[in-house]
């Protein structure tokens, strides 16, 4: 530390968790957020753009109490609790109750933009990132699910990817087999902490204490091992006997056969132990994973119960894709996702600059991207200047 | 070499006592490479037959690598796992490497209960798994975090109680050091990335699985 000090050089920071994109990160990310923008608008989705920062009381409605000590918050002159948005579901969900009451319903509604949430960064995983999403509110059928998932894998393929595979679950499923257990309140947390934190050791060790049936224990601990195609799903239908973890196995079935519809079904494998780490899901859910990357690239679900706490009944599915994760994908995988756009430079010498002017002007309408020199170079300046700024072709005017 | 090579799956082992058990117990279900030792001096060891890399870590980094997928699988102690709180799957408890995470003091400091202790120093290489314990006690406590010979601090002032994992006590009785509280019993864990283990599901749970025959097979200790 002292060794660097001694540099006397003043270096300021960005806060923790942020970060800078300088242009060709930013080029990329423009590039990306392009392309989903005009591909939600091309599925009838409308842009909905909300206040960076909501009322601390406004985002933990219908939320668990978990998100609450990831938020950056601060007072307004008031002494409120204001919170930077940590997702964006929320904010849409209380423009849906409030903005859009009583409007034609469903709404389908997309947005892109920066989220905050204090998290241990690492790459890929900032505090402030960037997500594109949407989310259909006024809707119940598998049909808004469906169509939220394909969106979700066009999304992806719109971005660049090719490798990438979506794991389709349903929190029913597990609610149903543990609410037709003898389960305590206490016990039930118990299994869905260790089934929200992947640890199957624990999960197996609260279930031997927990006086389920041996069968029951089984079919617990083989909850986040059901994985595989539709096999899996007759395989897991056999094992249950409840309706609501049946009706949930059919909620998938039906989804599942309007994604082959979509023709994006080879993307998707059911996966009954997802439990997305939010309270607010209640039926289908989902994450996406692409190679070379250790955490999910998008995710999203059903949750029926945030409109309502917001006075809205109805039900709403939604995703999102972390746009910083999608870059790191297409860097890890090699796949370069700029075009590259750096057309023509233009230098001149002494006199000519209204001659260039003229000259940029023409090129840039015929669609060229061009860069002006703003000093008088000479001929060999301005092929220096060309290459070092990565300008395809040089136009010289003297 | 990363793991975003869908081909391969990378393990990492890690270094020190855990290590020469746990390439043991992988050489059993197939998983192995020649020269796989800890004193190699490669860094990454590759078995093309069988399409495996093998990394060795020091054990408190080891659930790093696993959790940003530099590694798909892994075996460690649950302390490490208790003290990082990574964001990870953990498959499978393989019963070797049993100690336990306790807490001890000096003779002479020898209290009644545990909450006599309280506004004492705790010296520790487990500053969260100390401070959660004492937390859900009750008891409020000055932790001191260090990176070894944890029995040194009591003896020389720089805390009172300590907390550290112990396999069989004999360190404690040679300082003259008393166990006060076992916090839990530890023992390694079979350990996954959380997309690796959705990507390569079927290897993993291949491997899973073999290694819970094999314990099963084995009688308990």
Request: glycine share 8%; charged share 25%.
């Amino acid at each position: 530390m002292f060794l660097f000090m001694k540099q006397h050089e003043f270096v300021p920071q960005v806060p923790y968790g942020t970060r800078d994109f300088l242009p060709k990160e930013a080029s990329q990310k423009r590039a990306v957020e392009g392309a989903l923008a005009q591909l939600f608008a091309n599925w009838g989705y409308d842009e909905v753009v909300t206040p960076t920062i909501e009322y601390l009381e406004t985002m933990t409605v219908g939320v668990g109490n978990d998100l609450d000590q990831h938020m950056f918050k601060f007072f307004d002159k008031n002494n409120r609790i204001l919170a930077l948005r940590p997702d964006m579901t929320t904010p849409m969900a209380r423009v849906a109750a409030t903005r859009f009451k009583g409007s034609p319903s469903p709404m389908k509604l997309f947005y892109i933009t920066n989220v905050f949430r204090y998290e241990q960064a690492q790459a890929g995983r900032q505090c402030e990132f960037y997500q594109a999403g949407v989310e259909i509110m006024g809707a119940s059928e598998p049909a808004a699910d469906a169509e939220v998932i394909a969106l979700a894998v066009e999304s992806m393929l719109k971005s660049g990817l090719q490798k990438f595979q979506i794991g389709l679950g349903q929190v029913d499923f597990i609610n149903g087999i543990m609410e037709q257990s003898e389960l305590s309140l206490v016990q039930r947390q118990q299994i869905k902490h260790a089934m929200v934190t992947r640890d199957l050791v624990g999960l197996g060790e609260i279930l031997v204490k927990s006086g389920l049936s041996q069968s029951d224990q089984t079919l617990l601990k083989h909850i986040p091992l059901l994985h595989g195609r539709e096999d899996m799903l007759k395989q897991a239908y056999s094992m249950v006997t409840n309706d609501k973890s049946r009706r949930a196995l059919d909620n998938l079935a039906n989804i599942y056969h309007l994604l082959e519809n979509y023709g994006v079904s080879q993307y998707v494998d059911f996966d009954l132990g997802i439990i997305r780490d939010f309270e607010y899901y209640t039926g289908m859910v989902f994450e996406g994973y692409t190679a070379g990357l250790g955490f999910p690239i998008c995710g999203g679900g059903r949750y029926d119960t945030m409109l309502h706490s917001f006075g809205m009944n109805c039900g709403a599915t939604g995703f999102a894709l972390g746009i910083e994760r999608v870059l790191l994908a297409l860097e890890r995988q090699g796949i370069d996702g700029t075009q590259n756009c750096k057309g023509v430079y233009i230098g001149w010498n002494k006199e000519n600059l209204v001659k260039a002017i003229k000259q940029a002007d023409t090129l840039r309408d015929s669609g060229c991207s061009v860069e002006l020199a703003v000093i008088p170079e000479s001929s060999a300046q301005a092929k220096e200047s060309q290459k070092r700024k990565g300008y395809a072709k040089l136009v010289y005017i003297e | 070499m990363t793991s975003s090579d869908m081909d391969y799956l990378t393990i990492a082992l890690p270094k020190g006592k855990l290590f020469a058990p746990s390439a043991e117990m992988l050489a059993k279900v197939g998983c192995t490479a020649e020269d796989l030792s800890e004193n190699s001096r490669k860094l990454v060891i590759t078995n093309e037959k069988e399409k495996l890399h093998f990394i060795i870590t020091k054990t408190a980094d080891l659930p790093t690598y696993i959790e940003y997928g530099a590694a798909d699988i892994g075996i460690i102690g649950k302390d490490v796992l208790l003290e990082e709180e990574k964001d990870l799957y953990e498959l499978l408890d393989l019963r070797f490497g049993l100690c336990r995470m306790m807490v001890a003091v000096p003779e002479a400091l020898k209290r009644e209960k545990l909450s006599d202790y309280a506004h004492m120093r705790v010296a520790t290489k487990y500053p969260r798994i100390a401070e959660s314990f004492f937390h859900s006690m009750g008891i409020q406590m000055e932790f001191i975090k260090l990176n070894g010979s944890i029995e040194l601090a009591p003896m020389v002032g720089l805390a009172e109680i300590i907390v550290d994992l112990v396999e069989t006590g004999r360190t404690l009785k040679a300082n003259n050091l008393l166990e006060v509280a076992t916090i839990q019993p530890v023992t390694a864990r079979f350990i996954a990335n959380r997309v690796s283990f959705k990507l390569k599901f079927d290897r993993i749970n291949r491997i899973t699985e073999e290694l819970r025959a094999l314990l099963e097979g084995v009688v308990t200790p």
